[in-house]
């Protein structure tokens, strides 16, 4: 562990504690997600402490289907020393929306692939040029639900 909360972070220091690649905390650091608090001498970059726990919400929060634009705008109410629970509601309820559509859209698209498979037509493949008849068929219209 780290001995005092003053030290400084090495970015190899930073990618082996929170196990994130370089290449992605330098693509963060670009963003504005998080910031290299000094540079030494040599000019590598020096990161707090902190910044181990930022990437642990960024990688947390992309894994709850985040983007990194609204993790961004959530990092920078908090950076204004605003709790940010009422944005994160707000992209939630978007989200949890957006959840829904899509299920209902791989339910339909579920429903037509057993469709295609129980009413494939038999086709002489020397009839017609075609590459598969499963697929080829003639399309049923589609039941479309309104967005």
Request: proline content about 6%; overall charge positive.
């Amino acid at each position: 562990m780290l001995s005092s909360q003053s030290e400084r972070l090495l970015i190899g220091q930073v990618k082996a504690q929170s196990g994130v690649p370089i290449k992605t905390i330098r693509y963060y650091e670009q963003l504005g997600l998080i910031a290299a608090v000094d540079r030494t001498e040599g000019g590598f970059r020096l990161f707090s402490p902190q910044v181990l726990s930022r990437l642990a919400f960024i990688r947390r929060s992309q894994h709850l289907g985040f983007s990194l634009q609204e993790i961004k705008q959530i990092l920078q109410i908090h950076d204004q020393g605003e709790l940010p629970c009422e944005q994160v509601r707000h992209n939630i309820k978007v989200k949890v929306t957006e959840i829904d559509r899509r299920i209902t859209e791989l339910k339909q698209l579920k429903q037509e692939l057993l469709d295609l498979v129980q009413t494939s037509p038999q086709v002489d493949s020397s009839a017609a040029p075609i590459i598969c008849p499963i697929i080829q068929q003639p399309q049923i219209p589609e039941k479309r639900s309104p967005r």
